[in-house]
């Protein structure tokens, strides 16, 4: 079986505010020490989006050198398809609102989201996530300053992402957004970073993995 596909039309990401604040509570209870989230602002999302022919942007969970968890964002273009030659975005600290994020070297990129292959492999696991044109529309207006990502785990016990905007005015609750965007596995494309560095889509063991995505126990776990 292979977990490389297109998206169907009818498959969908969209989520109820209910369910999305339960997953982001649920990696909090499982997480009480890790960072809960991390910051694209849109000064650095606008600069992908601007690029030739892209369409979209999909987002990466990475493990960095000291195995703690980053996200890294690349283009897309018309045929879901990573932008690997073109630029490459790493994400911010969560207390970050303003100057979040950064260009990054290709290989580091490549290296974290390895990393994260690796500690989720034989799991069922999500290795990034497509955030396509018109649902970011709906975000980068005049008045937003940029898109957090909250971890959280959903009802199958798998590490996603959750989206809130984060706005030019004074702080205001956090609002988590609904938007679409699709998950790879099955949404993946066709070259990305792992494939970059001579990898199948199923190949390599596991390594140590931090982030727990269970709350059955308080027990750090292995794999």
């Known amino acids: 079986m292979t977990l490389l596909r ?5 498959e969908s990401s969209a989520q109820s505010a209910a369910q999305m604040h339960a997953a982001v509570e649920r990696f909090a209870t499982a997480n009480p020490n890790a960072e809960a989230s991390h910051f694209f602002s849109k000064q650095q999302l606008t600069k992908l989006l601007d ?3 892209c369409v979209g942007i999909r987002v990466y969970l990475g493990l960095d050198e000291q195995q703690q968890p980053q996200l890294v964002a690349v283009g897309t273009d018309a045929l879901l398809s990573d932008m690997l030659r073109g630029h490459v975005v790493a994400t911010s600290p969560a207390t970050a609102t303003t100057s979040g994020g950064r260009l990054m070297d ?4 490549a290296q974290w989201t390895a990393n994260h292959r690796r500690s989720v492999a034989g799991q069922d696991a999500f290795f990034g996530f497509l955030f396509e044109e018109h649902s970011l529309a709906t975000l980068l207006d005049d008045e937003c300053q940029g898109m957090r990502l909250h971890y959280a785990i959903d009802e199958q016990e798998r590490l996603v992402v959750v989206p809130s905007r984060i706005e030019k005015a004074a702080p205001a609750p956090i609002e988590l957004l ?3 965007f699709p998950p790879c596995p099955p949404c993946c494309s066709p070259e990305d970073w792992w494939t970059l560095l001579g990898f199948s889509l199923n190949q390599d063991g596991p390594r140590r993995q931090k982030l727990r995505v269970s709350t059955a ?3 750090k776990q292995t794999v």
């Open 6 to 10: 297109k998206r169907l039309p009818n």
């Open 51 to 53: 690029q030739p022919n």
């Open 178 to 180: 609904s938007l679409d």
């Open 106 to 109: 290709k290989p580091q990129a």
């Open 217 to 219: 126990s308080r027990t």
